[in-house]
């Protein structure tokens, strides 16, 4: 483009010295470049009439190009002599040399001397070098680029069409379309008519020299009657134009960036106090939560521990399940807000004390940890106090059984009976008291059975322990009152057995088999009776097996009835036979008749139906349970592999990343579709849990998944699609916000796949180093150079010093260096531009430049600018730039 420039400038200044100029042209000339120098020397408070008289000493010449390159020249002569002006003109055209230009056939003498051509042609190589040089649109030439610019602005309107710099602007026309287009509030266009171009053209200049501080430096009526207007004239009017709007376009550009910056930075606020909001309430509720989740203590009865089980699974189910979408909702807007300051510019966001993400996390763990030992807790509680209820029910029922059996026992023990009797009715006392300590044996283990259970009560905190506490010791007591009874009787029949010998044989024989067998039987009602508890249909049928065994001793156990009430018939026929003594027929040696026998067996007949009954009716029950099981079971085995299967393509989707990140984005929302499809299978699961808990069904061997696993599998796979569906949108976010294609996005998840060979989403130094040589980002490790490059590079991406790198990491530092982002310095240019370059802004201007909105939100937010030469509503607008980015000082 310089070389064109360079050409063009050439072929401009290269005129004929002997060649006369057209003297319309010349005229047309001399008005716009001297009007063209007046609007810069006036900057300095001067001016010049004549521009070839003007300039002859020098002086102005030299003032006018230090006006308008803003560089100081050589001090001048201030000498009046010719060789002093032709020295000032000189160190002119040396400063133009300078700058690249040739003055080609443009000597000082001729300045000099007042040669108007030689003088114009020397303003017109000004004009070129400072005015339109510059202007450069698509690679094109000064001259070409500055006709470019008017093209595409005057395009959408009506009867203009630019080619050149002379025909296409006689009508007014496009100079009228230049001002519509950049302020359409100055002239109504669609009023003008073609065939009025010295309306057009007065409309235009009159317009511009008003409000755009453009002189008029073209006469309208001599544009109007020349054949062809000078095209050096033209063009040196219409670079004006172009200077003027591509100032306002600067003001424009700047605004919008600053707008840009404040929106962000309002838009970051709000997430950063929607954040506090959220983290507020989901900590309120964790602290509510624990101390109730934490508490341990229970009223010791089965409706106060089924109460708290009950409020405890509505916890679960209604109140928890919010919160823990709550908690992904916060841990996704921290990752968003983050990512959105990263992109901006912005220093991270670190939330009030107390409200870090770990801080939520580590409560909610702290809240699942008291959760799952609450559930164990009361789940131990419910199977102590049915144990309890167990026990305190047979240890009722075995006392009952015992304190019916000793009552009346010491009595019969302490009574002297055996004073006075024959040698035959002290041997049937020593006979029944050794039948009696027989049955007394047989005793001792129901005894022991009766403190060993209230022990177990003591031991599980029984409510009523104090009841059971005493009533065993009573019946402890007693027994051993028993004991000492028994002995000191034996002790007193034994010394009275020198005289009473004989007792009769079958009366003892009678009496030692029917004590056992009364004892078996009595033991026979009491396992009959005795109540049971199970929890699996195999022990249920362990009851059964052994209740059908008991049934299959009963033939053996009536054919030794039936022998011992032979032995009574027999006795009672030797006593008929021999006409014994009327006191003889008593079996002095037991108190158990055959009546007696008679009567509990019966009674055993009676109670085996009953017990059969109660066996089937708790084994339908078991079924039942096992029936609980296996629906649970079908279930959660279809919802575990299911969840494990989801895992697996998660994991890959996230790890392929194929297509664009809109499709991944698409597939991903599919996959919380399908997980929130699944939610009224988890409530079904639920249901059955809740039914088998309420059934006090405890373990399950159709399935290897417990309600918790499909719980925390269910909320884990969700969080994990949440967690993954966030990283992709602030991929699109960093995507866009950085102008990347999705190609690009693409090749870099590509390249870092590639390297992360263990699939972990983290490459160590190697891999990275790698992953960047196959993006044409090489840096040689083997040269201290290279290493120290290299070392900034980990230092950009893992701050941290983990020796890795996330895909996160990687992506940010790639946009980073093949894309801009607003920084503090483009903002404090921005807002230098809608200050005029002052070094503070005031807030009529911030009100004039900026939206309401925009603009209040800065006034309030920057602070004063004090300085003497600062009027009192000055605003410092460099600290508060600054401020956005986090940085203390440029």
Request: overall charge negative.
């Amino acid at each position: 483009m310089e070389q064109q420039t360079e050409d063009y400038m050439q072929q401009e200044e290269g005129w004929d010295r002997e060649g006369l100029l057209d003297p319309a042209w010349e005229r047309q000339q001399r008005k716009t470049f001297t009007a063209w120098c007046n609007s810069h020397l006036r900057k300095a408070g001067t001016s010049i009439d004549t521009i070839e008289d003007d300039f002859r000493n020098g002086l102005k010449l030299m003032l006018l190009l230090e006006v308008i390159s803003g560089e100081r020249l050589p001090k001048p002569d201030r000498g009046k002599m010719r060789f002093h002006k032709i020295a000032n003109v000189n160190k002119a055209l040396d400063f133009i040399a300078s700058k690249g230009v040739r003055l080609v056939s443009i000597g000082a003498e001729e300045i000099v001397d007042g040669n108007a051509k030689m003088t114009l042609g020397m303003i017109w190589t000004i004009i070129l070098r400072f005015a339109i040089q510059d202007i450069s649109v698509e690679e094109s030439s000064a001259k070409e680029g500055l006709l470019l610019w008017c093209q595409r602005k005057t395009a959408p309107y009506k009867n203009v069409n630019v080619q050149n710099f002379h025909m296409s602007w006689k009508d007014g026309l496009a100079f009228c379309a230049l001002i519509h287009r950049h302020r359409p509030d100055l002239i109504d266009y669609d009023k003008l008519r073609k065939d009025d171009p010295l309306t057009n053209l007065q409309t235009a200049f009159e317009v511009a020299e008003k409000h755009l501080d453009i002189p008029q430096m073209l006469d309208a009526q001599e544009l109007v009657d020349m054949a062809k207007p000078d095209e050096r004239a033209v063009m040196t009017y219409v670079s004006c134009y172009y200077h003027a709007f591509s100032g306002a376009k600067k003001a424009e550009t700047a605004a919008n960036r600053i707008l840009k910056v404040l929106g962000v930075n309002q838009d970051n606020e709000r997430l950063m106090d929607e954040y506090e909001r959220l983290a507020s309430d989901l900590l309120e509720w964790i602290a509510r939560m624990r101390p109730w989740l934490e508490d341990r203590t229970t009223d010791n009865t089965m409706e106060g521990v089924q109460k708290k089980l009950d409020d405890f699974r509505d916890y679960r189910r209604y109140q928890k399940p919010p919160k823990t979408d709550d908690k992904g909702k916060l841990e996704s807007a921290y990752n968003t807000l983050q990512t959105k300051l990263r992109l901006s510019n912005r220093p991270a966001f670190m939330p009030s004390e107390g409200k870090l993400v770990s801080d939520i996390s580590n409560a909610w763990k702290g809240l699942e940890g008291a959760e799952k030992g609450y559930e164990e807790w009361l789940i131990s509680e419910m199977r102590r106090l049915e144990r309890l209820d167990h026990l305190a029910k047979k240890f009722y029922h075995k006392a009952g059984i015992h304190e019916a059996w000793a009552k009346g026992k010491n009595e019969m023990l302490l009574s002297d009976d055996y004073k006075g009797c024959t040698l035959m009715e002290l041997k049937a006392l020593m006979k029944k008291h050794e039948a009696f300590e027989s049955d007394l044996a047989a005793h001792q283990d129901r005894v022991e059975q009766i403190a060993t259970i209230a022990t177990e009560l003591n031991q599980l905190n029984y409510h009523d322990s104090n009841v059971v506490n005493a009533r065993c010791e009573a019946i402890c007591d007693h027994w051993d009152v028993l004991g000492t009874s028994t002995h000191a009787r034996l002790s007193a029949l034994e010394n009275m057995e020198q005289i009473l010998e004989s007792l009769e044989q079958q009366h003892l024989e009678f009496a030692k088999r029917a004590a056992p067998f009364n004892n078996w039987m009595e033991g026979a009602m009491e396992d009959l009776e005795d109540m049971f508890i199970v929890h699996t249909i195999e022990e249920i049928r362990n009851l059964i097996e052994s209740h059908e065994k008991f049934k299959s001793t009963m033939p053996q156990a009536q054919k030794e009835k039936e022998s011992i009430l032979a032995i009574d018939e027999n006795i009672k026929k030797i006593q008929r036979q021999y006409s014994l003594k009327p006191a003889t027929t008593v079996n002095i040696y037991t108190s158990i008749t055959p009546e007696e026998l008679d009567q509990k067996w019966n009674k055993i007949q009676d109670m085996g139906p009953v017990r059969d009954r109660l066996l089937q009716q708790e084994f339908a029950k078991q079924q039942t349970h096992e029936r609980l099981r296996l629906q649970f079971g079908t279930l959660a085995n279809e919802l575990g592999d299911w969840f494990t299967a989801a895992n697996v393509d998660l994991t890959k989707v996230a790890l392929e990343m194929k297509g664009s990140l809109e499709q991944v984005h698409e597939e991903l929302l599919g996959f919380r579709r399908m997980v929130e499809e699944r939610q009224p299978k988890v409530d079904e699961l639920e249901g059955y849990h809740q039914a088998c808990q309420g059934e006090l069904v405890f373990g399950n061997d159709h399935s290897k998944y417990t309600m918790e696993h499909i719980r925390v599998g269910f909320e884990q796979l969700k969080a994990t699609i949440a967690t993954t569906i966030n990283e992709v949108e602030n991929q699109i976010l960093m995507r866009d916000a950085k102008g990347l294609t999705q190609d690009q996005m693409n090749e870099f998840r590509s390249s870092f796949n590639h390297f992360d060979r263990d699939q972990s989403g983290l490459l160590n130094g190697d891999e990275f180093n790698g992953c960047l040589t196959s993006l044409g980002y090489e840096v040689d490790r083997k040269t201290e150079k290279g290493e120290a490059e290299f070392q900034r590079i980990m230092a950009l991406v893992d701050p941290t010093g983990t020796g890795t790198v996330t895909f996160q990491s990687f992506i940010e530092f790639m946009t980073r260096e093949s894309t801009d982002s607003d920084t503090a310095e483009q903002v404090i240019e921005s807002f230098r531009i809608l200050a005029g370059d002052k070094p503070y802004i005031t807030a009529d201007e911030l009100r004039r430049e900026l939206p309401p909105d925009q603009a209040e939100y800065c006034i309030s937010r920057m602070s004063s600018y004090n300085s003497a030469d600062a009027p009192p509503n000055a605003l410092d607008y460099q600290s508060f730039s600054t401020a956005l980015y986090g940085e203390s000082d440029l």
